[in-house]
């Protein structure tokens, strides 16, 4: 019998779903888009999203687990219907955390590697019982939309759903304490909040088996009778198909935001850095940036008019070392200052065609993002005494060989490149956790293979050793300059 292995990317711009074989090989990759954020949206995407080969196949043996954005939060009824949300991961509400941030029991979820921000479930669910408790008291369950996919297609909504479980990945943000083990939910959060921790799904490991789907949803989109698995966040996800599964590897992903992971024996507490159970060993030590690829796309897109395909050209004639001094969103990690927004500094006028100004600016910003991605690269080496040689570079902001060159010119190491596919990184926890292979490098071997290895210049790592050397100190200071 074939066997299809799905792994279903649920991002904030579209569903993309990848189809793999038992020895690694990519069968097909379908994708949709999404304008706005609904349950009827994902569904209606996911629908368009499903390859043909895998609805067609009404004989094969589907396994089938679900990523998402992390820090999503929704809330559903007994029947699995959307009462609340979604409310998306970057969609803030300072006026709660300004009430609830000196909590005893916050500054203790942040020693245990959570920290808790405007964005967070918490803050949102504290919020809606305390302005909506009517609607708070009717959901039976605040969950991500990994699980809400996955009880979908398990459930539907003609039944009651009878057991919930979501991953610890999902969980962490809704106030999981993983230096237990196994990690469960931290109480005294929920009990100095006024939350109800029964209205959090059971826990379970990433990958771990849930069972048949079964619903008409299922049948729908091709999938009835797929055995569904535990899925995981986006950032997790990306880290795996970038190479993150050994003690010491470093993969960074770089899209809509940059999401740096280092999967580390030991949580070691720091402000710019909070923690995932990985879930094949150790621990996913990592972050998430403000807007940088979005970033980029808006400037390149409004502000210069044009389509960031069609500016590659140019960078290559703008000389190594003649970029402006851009710096990102500050947000979010590692500062947490929503004064903090982009500034370009240093700026020059010279008598120079269009073609190389635009290419400037465009270059400037990547090189911008680089810095803030080595940033984290150094925080991991000193933090956790690693000896990092080479990093693993993942998402849409790798498809520039440009970009990938400034990147081991600026860590001053070899980029392996693993390209935008994030599907690999769904469905290898569930190979391994439920032995589809006896050996975790087999794994590693056929699912997690780079498309291309950069060697770092040596004349562009001096050159570009200006811009490291006085990068963070330079962004402290612009948020002293927002401040006042």
């Known amino acids: 019998m074939k066997q299809f292995f799905i792994g279903i990317d ?8 990848e189809v793999y074989n038992i020895d690694g090989d990519t069968l097909a990759v379908g994708k949709s888009s999404i304008s706005r954020q609904s349950a009827d949206e994902w569904f209606k995407a996911l629908k368009e999203a499903i390859p043909d080969i895998v609805k067609r196949c009404t004989d094969c043996e589907k396994h089938v687990s679900v990523t998402s954005t992390s820090g999503t939060v929704l809330g559903v009824d007994i029947y699995g219907n959307i009462l609340y949300g979604p409310s998306m991961y970057y969609e803030r509400d300072e006026k709660a955390f300004e009430e609830v941030k000196n909590l005893p029991s916050i500054a203790k979820l942040g020693k245990k590697g959570v920290k808790v ?9 504290y919020r809606l019982k305390k302005d909506r408790p009517d609607l708070y008291n009717k959901i039976r369950w605040f969950i991500s939309p990994t699980t809400f996919m996955l009880y979908s297609l398990l459930y539907g909504f003609e039944n009651p759903w009878e057991e919930v479980y979501t991953d610890y990945t999902n969980a962490l943000k809704f106030g999981l304490d993983i230096t237990c083990k196994p990690p469960k939910w931290f109480e005294e ?7 109800d ?20 949803f299922s049948e729908e989109v091709g ?18 198909a970038g190479g993150a599964v050994d003690i010491g590897d470093v993969s960074i992903y770089t899209g809509s935001t940059t999401v740096p992971k280092a999967v580390v024996e030991n949580i070691q507490e720091h402000p710019a850095l909070y923690y995932h159970v990985h879930p094949i060993r150790g621990y996913l030590a990592g972050s998430a940036s403000g807007f940088t690829g979005a970033f980029l796309s808006w400037f390149v897109e409004k502000v210069l008019g044009l389509n960031l395909d069609s500016v590659a050209e140019y960078l290559e004639k703008i000389p190594p070392g003649t970029e402006y001094l851009v710096f990102p969103y500050g947000d979010r990690a590692p500062h947490y200052d929503s004064l903090l927004t982009p500034a370009i500094l240093d700026l020059k006028i010279y008598e120079e065609p269009r073609e190389i100004v635009v290419g400037r600016f465009v270059k400037s910003i990547m090189l911008g993002i680089t810095l803030l991605e080595n940033y984290y690269v150094e925080l991991f080496e000193k933090l956790f005494n690693l000896r990092v040689e080479n990093v693993h570079v993942t998402g849409g902001g790798t498809k520039s060989r440009t970009w990938n060159k400034i990147r081991a010119a600026v860590y001053g190491k070899k980029v392996s490149v693993y ?65 006042t």
Not at 10 to 17: D, Q, R
Not at 117 to 125: A, E, F, Q
Request: net charge positive; no cysteine.
């Open 10 to 17: 649920l991002g904030t711009g579209g569903i993309k779903v």
């Open 197 to 216: 921790v029964e209205k959090l799904p059971k826990l379970a490991a990433v990958g771990e088996y849930i069972g048949v789907a079964r619903s008409r």
């Open 189 to 195: 959060v929920f009990h100095e909040l006024g939350l």
């Open 419 to 483: 390209g935008e596919m994030v599907g690999s990184g769904i469905v290898v926890p569930f190979l391994i956790r439920n032995r589809f292979y006896t050996s975790v490098e087999e794994v590693k071997q056929r699912f997690i293979k780079p498309v291309e290895v950069v060697e770092p210049d040596p004349v562009w790592i001096e050159i570009y050793r200006k811009y490291r050397e006085v990068f963070a100190s330079k962004w402290l200071k612009l948020r002293e300059v927002y401040r």
């Open 223 to 240: 999938l009835k009778g797929a055995h569904l698995y535990q899925g995981l966040t986006d950032g997790n996800a990306a880290a795996i």
């Open 117 to 125: 921000d405007p964005t967070s479930p918490l803050v949102k669910m």
